[in-house]
């Protein structure tokens, strides 16, 4: 079975009021980006791995990430405008051959192994899956006035996070029939969604943050000193 990854790291770390994009900032020493790739790496059962970034970063993710760290794995593609755009160029620059696609936000960098090994089983079997945790809190449903509306049953609501695994032939087509109508959907598991083909959820991690803000900068710091990064979990 040829197991790829496409890696999206397109962010622009405007909610980090920063002008370093944030997968490239550091944690203990090494990129947010760094972590991310060195479990990927690791992995056997991962024949490549398809990183996408912004045109402007592709120059100093060679130097800085791929040739720095050794990554053997790892191809760079340019990224689009939007992430969508973006993972669509990472799915057409991966091998025709390919069974099972792994898609992971570069920015969740402790994501256990393991989710990741069950995600690729569950795919080979279901087509699609993705990786959520139940909500922890009461939703409410608000209208344009801030008036709620209902409330829905929390045991019926997951948070989705990524990695989001398909069988290649299957996202490949739903991301054509998106680009095609001009669809774009808020992560992957919609648009095999919006194609009336079922999504399987298996559970994730609430470690799994996806660091967007400062104070994940904070919870990150912690989260390496604690071993969470480590490619061997």
Not at 110 to 125: D, G, L, M, R, T
Request: aromatic share 8%.
């Amino acid at each position: 079975m040829q197991v790829c990854a496409v890696i999206a790291a397109g962010g622009q770390g405007k909610r980090m009021n920063s002008n370093v994009s944030k997968q490239f900032l550091t944690i203990k020493g090494h990129p947010i980006l760094y972590y991310t790739l060195n479990k990927f790496e690791k992995m056997k059962i991962l024949n490549e791995i398809i990183l996408v970034v912004p045109p402007a970063d592709v120059k100093y993710t060679k130097e800085q990430i791929i040739k720095k760290y050794g990554f053997k794995k790892t191809i760079i593609v340019e990224g689009g405008k939007e992430r969508q755009d973006s993972v669509y160029n990472g799915l057409k620059a991966l091998p025709k051959d390919a069974d099972i696609v792994v898609i992971h936000d570069g920015v969740r960098p402790f994501i256990p192994v393991k989710i990741i090994e069950n995600s690729i089983e569950a795919a080979a079997e279901c087509d699609a899956v993705g990786v959520a945790v139940p909500v922890k809190d009461t939703i409410k449903v608000v209208d344009d006035k801030s008036v709620v509306k209902t409330t829905p049953d929390r045991k019926a609501l997951w948070a989705i996070q990524t990695p989001q695994t398909f069988k290649y032939d299957v996202i490949m087509k739903a991301y054509e029939k998106a680009m095609e109508d001009g669809f774009y959907g808020t992560d992957d598991t919609v648009l095999v969604e919006r194609m009336g083909l079922p999504v399987k959820i298996i559970e994730g991690s609430y470690e799994n943050i996806k660091i967007t803000t400062p104070e994940d900068i904070i919870f990150a710091e912690a989260f390496v000193s604690m071993g969470l990064a480590d490619p061997r979990r």
